[in-house]
């Protein structure tokens, strides 16, 4: 079974735009979760999406959005970039009932200049 | 104070050595706990998951839960340079929000030959 999948792996832009992230969950995983992971603040959690709505969210401007597709693909966005938004995004996906396991994906190394 | 605190270490151990990773929590309603392993530049794997107080072991690994002093471990026992890594402790967020997982700062581990 195919594992998690984020596209791209790095990405570099400048402040003010905008970027968008990819998760693709292991096939028949409904729920999506995303992370920030810094070397300042670790690991932190910004939503999870289940069935295409969110069902949890962390403590995260709303700047960060994110979104999930019927096949359960998932996106983030983040608007008007900052150079703290310099992180590895990661996604985890999981069949999305208490105690199922999250795996996760390679994460996306996004660098804010 | 945040909910989870592990130390960001370094630690480093000679190979065949016993490591002890700990983890304290302040949230009395965590009620499972997870420990995580991340190897460089990629996205962390579910290593041991436990509920009750007490020990579970698998192979070299065993994870100690002790919820009376809100405090949590990993053993590793005859460590390899293969357990080279960060070792993360994870707990799901209160109330409905288990794919919430809160992450504590991570312990970078090297095991020297």
């Known amino acids: 079974k195919a594992g998690v999948t984020q596209t791209p792996r790095y990405l570099i832009k400048t402040r003010g735009q905008q970027v968008t992230l990819s998760c693709s969950p292991i096939?028949?995983?409904?729920?999506v979760s995303w992370y920030q992971q810094t070397p300042g603040q670790g690991l932190q959690f910004l939503f999870e999406y289940f069935s295409e709505t969110q069902r949890n969210k962390g403590n995260f401007p709303g700047r960060f959005s994110g979104r999930q597709f019927s096949n359960s693909r998932s996106e983030m966005n983040v608007s008007t970039l900052e150079l703290g938004d310099s992180a590895l995004y990661l996604c985890?996906?999981?069949?999305?009932?208490?105690?199922?396991?999250?795996?996760f994906g390679p994460g996306t190394r996004l660098t804010v200049l | 104070q945040k909910e989870v605190e592990q130390d960001p270490g370094p630690l480093s151990v000679p190979e065949g050595a016993i490591v002890s990773l700990n983890c304290t929590y302040s949230n009395s309603a965590f009620q499972y706990f997870m420990w995580y392993r991340q190897y460089s530049r990629k996205g962390p794997e579910l290593l041991m998951y436990t509920y009750s107080s007490g020990n579970k072991e698998d192979g070299r690994f065993t994870a100690q839960v002790d919820k009376s002093s809100k405090y949590i471990s990993l053993f590793i026992r005859d460590s390899q340079p293969s357990d080279s890594a960060t070792y993360l402790c994870?707990?799901?967020?209160?109330?409905?929000?288990?794919?919430?997982?809160?992450f504590g700062a991570g312990t970078r581990l090297a095991v020297h030959p």
């Open positions: 994870a707990m799901p967020g209160r109330s409905g929000g288990y794919n919430k997982l809160i």
């Open positions: 096939s028949g995983h409904r729920s």
């Open positions: 985890a996906s999981s069949l999305g009932q208490e105690k199922d396991t999250q795996y």
